[in-house]
Every structure is written in C-alpha cells, then in structure tokens.
C-alpha cells in the first residue's frame, strides 16, 4: 500500500513540478526565436510492431536528441552531480550495469534490483521490473528522486540546468542554447528535460545483431548450432519471449526462491494476490552482454538462467519455488517442474541467445557517452 501511495504521491508531485516549471509557469515562455529545431527521421525496423510511443506528442529532432544524449548521461541529474542515467546503463552493456547484481547510486548506496536495459524502449508498455510507470516521459523522475538511485529533487535538477555552464567544470555544457536549440527558446523545464531524455531513448533501437541479418535473408548469419538453438528457443521459450522483441511484455512468477528482501515484484504496484512475486519479462535482445540475470541479479551466467528453469540446477534440489502465483508453464501435472532440457540443447539455445548480441548498436558514437558522464 504504502508503494501505491507513493507513487500516486509522486505522480501529482511530478504533475505539480512541470506546472510550476513547464508551459504553466509564471514566466511564460520567450517569442519565437527563429531557432528551428532539425527534424530527425525515425523508422522502425519493418519486422518491429507498431510502436507504444506516441511520437505526435513528442517529435524527434536532431537537437532534442543531442540534448537527451547529454543530460542521459550528465551527473548533473543526482544530488551529487556524479550519478548520471548513463551510469547504471552502460553503452557497452546494452545500457545495463554489467557486473553488478544490484545498481551503485549516490554515495555509493545499493539499489535493490538490477539496472534493466534500456533499449527498444518505444515499444514498452510498461517500465521497470514492477511496471510501476506506463508512459516513457514519467521513467526518468523515478531515478531522479529515489533517495539511493539519484537522490534528487526535478525542480532541483531544472535549476542546476539553467545556471549552466559551470565555471570549471571538466566539461563545459550550456544547457540554456542547447534547450533553445531543441525547443526554440531558451526555456528550461520538466516537460523538456523528461521530452529531450525520451527523444534520446526512442533512437536507441536494437536490430542490428546476427539474427537481425539472418531475418533479413542472410541464411549464413547464423551456424547450424544457433539454427538448431533458434528453433530450441521457439518450441521452449517464446511463449513469454514472443515477437522480435523477445518479450510479450507480461508479468510472471518464474519460480525464483524470494530474496533476502523478499521483493514481491508487481504485487508491490497492485496489491492483487495474483501478482505476487511477478516481474517484468525482459527482452533478450542482448541478452549476452547484460549478466547477472533475473530482478535482483542473482545469476551470473546464461547457462546458470538455463539450469533454473531447466530445474537441474548442481545442488540437485528442486529449484523452482512453489506458491500459488508460480507461471503454470512451469509447473505442469504430471512432469517434472519447470522446462525439460537437456545439456546439449541449453548449449544451443545459449548459442543462439548470443546472436541476439548487437554489437553495432555498442560501438555507435550516436549513443555514447558525449564526456559529460561517470562510471563505474
């Protein structure tokens, strides 16, 4: 009850901040300026589904990407100017904390879930691991304002903002021209940062990998083993991981043992008994480059994820973890729990996971880091 209330707390909070910074403002915005922002064409891959993303609302161009690039990965965006979105979300891991079970956020505090890829995101219907947020432009407050991930207020961040450039910094960005060159005037607000910051996330696509080759008619793309995993995967895993996007975008109780903070996952949002200890599919577009695994990154490798639901893991007990919400594709009458595999065919189903990898969308300089951000 007390996540519901937050969040409705928050909601009308965010509401109240982009009023008193956004077009309802005291200080209505400049006239024209004559600054004319550069439309950017966005397409999406002809195999994707429409997506979510309701981009009448929001048009792309080039400035506004730019602008949402920098403040993606500026520090600028926490209490103590050195925790960024870019750094929980790392270029080089498909925009995931490699490494880290659980994300670091200021002053070195550990968040409580893995840090989930950001990409692909216009077709999201909803965001993080619990689906506490349905619209693209309401994900970045919520790592904003969380006392360990970012530890800061909007109405802070806008400010900071606007008295930029900062005298010795390592980098010098003036936000004020670079908003003006985005939306025309040099206004800055919640609804701008929240539009920029969205503008940069809907042009981090992902299809471009092996498998993205192999659709598009190249039959070599792919080895006889990833072939044969490929067809592994359709027949034991796609009824959650559907579509190009691998993911059918539901909420599921995978037969994971609770953790130490026993995270009820989407039941925390509802507070519908049905949804206890149900999180997000991810999609696994990537999947190769984002270990550890699961909502609290318990597993470290791919073949560790198999053998969970596989329910062979070494130890020889029973893995999957009984309660009344466990997905009934694991827990059929009469077979044993979870999804029959054996070794060999784990070995291709990895095989062809790794395909996923798109390692175009990691090297391209569109994405990266501008030198604004940190790491670690």
């Known amino acids: 009850m007390k996540k519901v209330v937050f969040l409705f707390g928050l909601m009308i909070f965010l509401s109240q901040v982009m009023n008193s910074c956004g077009g ?10 004559g600054n004319t922002p550069t439309p950017l064409q966005w397409t999406k891959p002809a195999y994707f589904p429409d997506p979510v993303y309701d981009l009448s609302k929001n048009p792309l161009t080039v400035e506004g990407v730019e602008l949402g690039r920098f403040l993606f990965y500026d520090g600028i965006l926490s209490r103590t100017d050195k925790i960024g979105c870019g750094t929980c979300h790392q270029q080089v891991a498909a925009f995931t904390h490699h490494g880290h079970d659980v994300s670091h956020g200021v002053d070195d ?6 840090a989930p890829s950001v990409q692909n995101m216009a077709w999201n219907t909803s965001f993080f691991w619990d689906g506490g947020v349905h619209d693209m432009d ?25 008295k930029t450039p900062v005298a010795g910094a390592a980098k010098q960005v003036n936000y004020p021209k670079m908003f003006k060159a985005a939306f025309g005037t040099d206004e800055i607000n919640a609804d701008r940062m929240m539009k920029a910051l969205s503008q940069f996330m809907m042009t ?7 498998y993205d080759y192999f659709l598009k008619g190249d039959a070599s793309a792919l080895t006889a083993q990833e072939k044969a995993g490929m067809t592994l995967f359709k027949q034991k895993c796609a009824s959650c991981h559907s579509s190009e996007l691998f993911t059918d975008f539901s909420f599921r109780n995978n037969g994971l043992i609770p953790n130490k903070i026993n995270d009820q996952g989407r039941y925390a949002i509802t507070l519908n008994e049905a949804d206890r200890l149900k999180f997000k599919v991810p999609s696994l577009r990537n999947v190769g480059l984002t270990a550890p695994y699961m909502h609290d990154g318990r597993f470290t490798t791919l073949q560790e994820v198999l053998d969970h639901y596989a329910n062979d893991q070494n130890s020889g007990k029973d893995s999957i973890y ?18 029959a595999l054996s070794n060999a065919e784990k070995q291709s189903i990895i095989a062809f996971l790794r395909t996923l990898n798109d390692d175009q969308l990691m090297n ?13």
């Open 109 to 114: 505090q550990l968040g409580t879930r893995n």
């Open 322 to 339: 009984i309660s009344p919400t466990l997905d009934p594709l694991l827990n059929v009458a009469g077979q044993k729990r979870g999804i």
């Open 24 to 33: 309802k403002s005291d200080n209505p915005e400049p006239g024209p300026s």
């Open 364 to 376: 391209d300089k569109r994405f990266s880091d501008p030198g604004v951000g940190t790491s670690f």
């Open 138 to 162: 309401m994900v970045p407050p919520v790592p904003i304002q969380n006392e360990v991930e970012m530890g800061e207020r909007v109405g802070n961040v806008i400010e900071k903002l606007r």
């Open 204 to 210: 981090i696509v992902s299809a471009t990998s092996k």
